[in-house]
């Protein structure tokens, strides 16, 4: 069993996470929850504020979540973490290079990330 912190930290970015990305994440990849079987791997983005380093534990905990619902990272789904390194003015460029990748969602739990990703997404469907 994982220990008591790393159970919150699941249970915080499940929440949050997956429900900013709840829609596109499961209507897009949710043959899982059907039992009918994959026939692709889905792109997720991750739009962090912090660094590879200070998010190891809300990855462990976002990937375990996926797992517990029937996905496997690098296998159904192959996650595309872009770190802004406490600066967030960076954004707009590392959500417009998720957009540019094709995830098929962007996960992020902070406001300003949140409002660059859906910018880059819109600013994509008009080219």
Request: net charge neutral; proline share 6%.
């Amino acid at each position: 069993m994982a220990p008591d912190h790393l159970q919150r930290t699941r249970r915080h970015v499940l929440q949050r996470g997956l429900a900013l990305a709840g829609a596109g994440l499961l209507a897009g990849c949710g043959a899982p929850l059907f039992g009918s079987p994959r026939t692709r791997t889905f792109r997720v983005g991750i739009l962090s504020l912090g660094t590879p380093a200070s998010t190891t534990a809300q990855r462990a905990a976002f990937r375990g979540g996926l797992r517990d619902l029937g996905y496997v990272d690098g296998q159904d789904i192959v996650l595309e973490p872009r770190f802004a390194e406490g600066r967030s003015e960076r954004y707009p460029d590392l959500a417009a290079e998720l957009v540019q990748l094709e995830v098929a969602t962007i996960v992020a739990n902070e406001p300003n990330a949140v409002l660059a990703a859906q910018q880059a997404s819109a600013l994509s469907a008009v080219d």
